[in-house]
């Protein structure tokens, strides 16, 4: 069976606590994980500062071309993985087999990692907001005129990952580009893609010290989070509602991603269900810019009737189907308890499961050992009704019909809202909303992300704070 | 060996015999155990034989020992004896409590003869960084340090006050609080240059060594225990802590005592293995969905603990913890347990290891 070692600032170490994950469809064993001890980590935390030290002798040119050749071995690359080697066929069927994504979604999300490093500049810019990045390598500088010095503020950005989509690894890629040792918890079934990134980063160049994964428990994750002056965690509620008070912490909690329909487009609605219906379902529904509520002000049940018949086509498939659209749950304890939950929630007067009407079938398919959630509609009578406003590990969406005015303060947090309206009054209302993360303006994917563009925080931000700076030894622009 | 198990096995059941005729004859057993007695319906002194006969008390529930009266645990054989009340870690509430006389004594009397001299010199001091308050460890260890010719310094430690922080949320604050307990005992360590052996937990001890090295302060054995402890914080320990320190891990809680490690080998794979101090407490390893029943060696069942002492009768109670069923070995032909670890089946949230 493969291991995976803990690396402790790039070194490989094998653990005598080890974890097992399992492939999804046989349940047998597929990879053994070592496990940190809550001690090694603070051990190894105390050499932290002098990695820190050594990624700020790199310009910043130097880490965004390492990026860029990284991209290159993590899209194609065989890798060192524990002992042995991975192939990058090898690792798409690796992650398939402990998360359950069909092949064709690991892809997707291998490819868009892929494209963050290779456009690492680009990334930054958004980031930065067009800053010289030479300016942190000198510490200040001049920009747009003025005179401007900026800090890191922490020695290393600590990432409590999770497992439901390798997509996410994108975000903490461009800590690496901002001179910032990376210290990450891999989700427990998916501890490939943060290996892989990292042996790509080894090959093209970058310091092994840099990086630091520990494949630990809950006491772990607390502990890198305490310890970093920095850190992401992602999560469910119950999981992140701790850190969220913390500004040392940037939480990744549900989306609860949106699609709104306003007055002046409702009645053309049939235009945009292929955007709707892919910003729930694609990538299985399994991101935070999925979006799991469609809110408009009049045809909600004509809307819910259409997305339900478009999205029952999608159906269990083989994982290395290139059609395959939906992935089984890992867990299927947790596919069942999920079901039972919405069948809760159903139960209420006032909402009505229009896939179940539309031809899917029943929403729990267990097929050759696996348990899917198949693409769910709801049709909510009132945004009242517990099962509008929800968000499931799989293409759930509850469609609401609701006033104008009403919105945007109705919608509640939002991480991705897709507005198709041209009504300018409307437009300025979501724009100075303070609970939408991501605006799109028209028929825009909720899921299509551009990179250069962060939302749910700003990682640049996170890292760096500007500092007042005058000096009489030479002019600044020099 | 089969002789060697098989001759104790003849002393524990002859053991048994003398215990549960203390416990359960009017003149010196304790209130408890004669009432339980006179209501059964059967007398055990006339129908426990043997160790397997015990069974017919069946499972002792430690809710008994929470709240009083006290009393009722004190034998009439030993009431003119100045008493101890115990309570249990670092739980909140009313705590569970054991009464005791010598016992604490003798069960570290005992497991001092299993530790090394050159690793705890007789006549050297010791530092005791553990919890304190109304816990048995806080007075056992200083006994230890006594029998063994030294002085026990000691800090305060309340795992209470740990436990509530940690279910607050108020995590910086209990770090803080471990970094009290730590500098108090780094500034003892460091005033102190015959302390060369110490009790503390596993948590403290990784503490301590992110600070400093305990062997160049002078530090030759550390007696670690408390709570729980896995393989990989044992190899841990020995290589990359304590830097050639003698490390002595122990299983124990105020119900048993202390279960003192078998010396590790290569194929232990860095396993911690304890033996109970038996015959004045036994520990099996039983099938968690029938805990009558012993699981095989090398299996992982739950933790049943049964006490024979003359201050304390404890038989069957199942533990918190769950491991490995481990064979009697050269020092101990008894059985004993592997990985000791909190015991998964039970679901419950339990704030373990907090100190």
């Given at each position: 069976m493969r291991h995976l070692p803990v690396l402790r600032q790039g070194r490989p170490y094998y653990s005598v606590d080890r974890a097992r994950a399992v492939?999804?469809?046989?349940?047998?064993?597929f990879v053994e994980i070592s496990q940190a001890n809550v001690g090694l980590i603070r051990r190894d935390f105390l050499q932290l500062e002098d990695v820190a030290g050594m990624m700020a002798g790199f310009t910043s040119e130097e880490l965004v071309k390492l990026c860029a050749k990284a991209a290159e071995h993590f899209a194609g690359d065989t890798l060192p993985l524990g002992e042995g080697t991975q192939s990058a066929d090898e690792y798409v069927e690796a992650t398939s087999a402990t998360t359950g994504l069909p092949h064709n979604m690991v892809r997707r999300n291998q490819a868009k990692i892929q494209g963050v490093l290779a456009n690492m500049a680009g990334v930054l810019r958004g980031l930065t907001r067009n800053l010289d990045l030479a300016i942190l390598d000198r510490g200040y500088g001049e920009a747009a005129g003025a005179v401007v010095s900026y800090f890191r503020r922490t020695d290393s950005l600590g990432v409590v990952l999770p497992?439901?989509?390798?997509?996410?690894h994108s975000l903490w890629a461009p800590a690496f580009a901002l001179k910032t040792p990376l210290v990450l918890k891999p989700g427990g079934q998916e501890p490939w893609t943060p290996y892989r990134m990292i042996q790509a980063f080894i090959k093209a160049g970058?310091?092994?010290?840099?990086f630091s994964y520990y494949p630990t428990d809950h006491a772990g994750a607390g502990e890198i989070l305490r310890r970093c002056g920095r850190g992401m965690v992602f999560g469910d509620v119950s999981t992140t509602k701790v850190w969220a008070?913390?500004?040392?912490v940037e939480v990744h909690g549900p989306g609860w991603s949106k699609v709104v329909i306003g007055e002046d487009m409702i009645d053309r609605w049939p235009e945009f269900i292929d955007v709707i219906a892919a910003s729930i379902?694609?990538?299985?529904?399994?991101?935070?810019?999925?979006?799991s509520g469609v809110w408009v002000p009049r045809h909600g049940r004509a809307i819910a009737q259409a997305l339900a018949e478009k999205l029952a086509k999608i159906q269990p498939r083989a994982?290395?189907?290139?059609?395959?659209a939906i992935a089984p749950f890992a867990d299927a304890n947790v596919a069942r308890r999920m079901n039972q939950m919405i069948d809760g929630l159903l139960?209420?007067?006032?909402?009505?499961?229009v896939s179940a009407e539309a031809?899917?079938?029943?929403?729990l398919a267990e097929r050759e050992g696996c348990a899917y959630l198949l693409p769910t509609i709801v049709w909510c009578e009132?945004?009242?009704?517990?099962?509008?406003n929800k968000e499931f590990l799989f293409p759930y969406a509850s469609v609401v019909e609701t006033p104008?005015?009403?919105?945007p303060e109705i919608?509640?947090?939002?991480?991705?809202l897709t507005a198709i309206t041209e009504d300018k009054k409307f437009q300025q209302r979501l724009l100075a909303?303070?609970?939408?993360g991501r605006l799109n303006f028209?028929?825009?994917?909720?899921?299509?992300?551009?990179?250069?563009q962060p939302h749910e925080g700003n990682l640049f931000d996170h890292l760096y704070a500007r500092r007042a700076f005058q000096s009489a030894l030479e002019p600044v622009g020099a | 060996m089969q002789e060697r198990v098989t001759a104790h096995k003849s002393a524990l059941d002859a053991h048994v015999r003398e215990i549960v005729e203390w416990h359960f004859n009017?003149?010196?057993?304790c209130p408890f155990w004669l009432d339980f007695a006179a209501k059964a319906g059967w007398d055990p002194r006339k129908e426990?034989?043997?160790?397997?006969?015990?069974?017919?008390?069946g499972f002792f529930e430690d809710?008994?020992?929470?709240?009083?009266?006290?009393?009722?645990?004190?034998p009439k054989g030993l009431a003119h004896l100045p008493t101890y009340i115990f309570e249990t870690g670092?739980?909140?509430?009313v705590p569970k409590s054991r009464v005791q006389m010598n016992d604490f004594r003798t069960d570290y009397e005992m497991f001092s003869h299993t530790l090394p001299d050159e690793a705890f010199p007789k006549g050297a001091d010791w530092l005791m960084v553990g919890p304190s308050g109304p816990r048995r460890l806080r007075l056992a260890v200083e006994h230890l340090a006594q029998y063994r010719g030294g002085i026990c310094f000691m800090i305060d430690l309340d795992p209470r006050w740990v436990v509530k922080l940690l279910k607050w949320g108020e995590f910086d604050m209990a770090e803080r609080y471990k970094q009290h307990v730590v500098d108090q005992a780094l500034t003892l360590l460091k005033a102190?240059?015959?302390?060369?052996c110490m009790f503390t937990t596993p948590k403290l001890l990784e503490a301590m060594c992110e600070k400093v090295n305990l062997r160049k302060l002078g530090i030759k054995g550390i007696f670690c225990g408390g709570t729980e402890m896995t393989p990989q914080f044992h190899r841990f320990a020995v290589e990359?802590?304590?830097?050639g320190i003698y490390f002595a891990p122990t299983y124990g809680n105020t119900l048993m005592g202390l279960a003192t490690h078998k010396a590790?080998?290569?194929?232990?794979?860095?396993a911690i293995i304890y033996y109970p101090p038996t015959p004045r407490a036994v520990l099996e390893v039983v099938?968690?969905?029938?805990?009558?029943k012993v699981v095989p060696y090398g299996a992982t069942g739950r933790v049943r603990l049964t006490t024979l002492t003359k201050e304390t009768f404890v038989p069957r109670f199942l533990e918190r913890d769950e491991c490995e069923r481990e064979a009697p070995c050269d020092q101990y032909p008894w059985d004993g347990v592997r990985?000791?670890?909190?015991?998964?089946?039970?679901g419950t949230n339990v704030v373990v290891g907090v100190y």
């Open positions: 492939h999804h469809r046989t349940k047998e064993p497992s439901n989509s390798p997509g996410v970058a310091p092994p010290e840099a008070r913390d500004p040392r379902a694609e990538n299985s529904g399994r991101s935070c810019v999925n979006a994982a290395d189907d290139p059609e395959a139960s209420e007067q006032g909402a009505t499961d031809g899917r079938g029943e929403r009132s945004p009242a009704h517990p099962a509008a104008i005015p009403t919105m919608l509640g947090p939002t991480l991705v909303a303070q609970h939408i028209g028929p825009i994917k909720t899921i299509q992300i551009v990179w250069d | 009017p003149e010196t057993g426990i034989h043997c160790y397997e006969d015990l069974d017919k008390f809710e008994k020992l929470r709240g009083g009266p006290v009393r009722q645990w004190v670092g739980s909140t509430g102190h240059d015959n302390i060369q990359e802590m304590l830097d590790p080998t290569k194929e232990d794979n860095w099938e968690p969905d029938n805990p009558t990985n000791v670890r909190p015991f998964q089946k039970l």
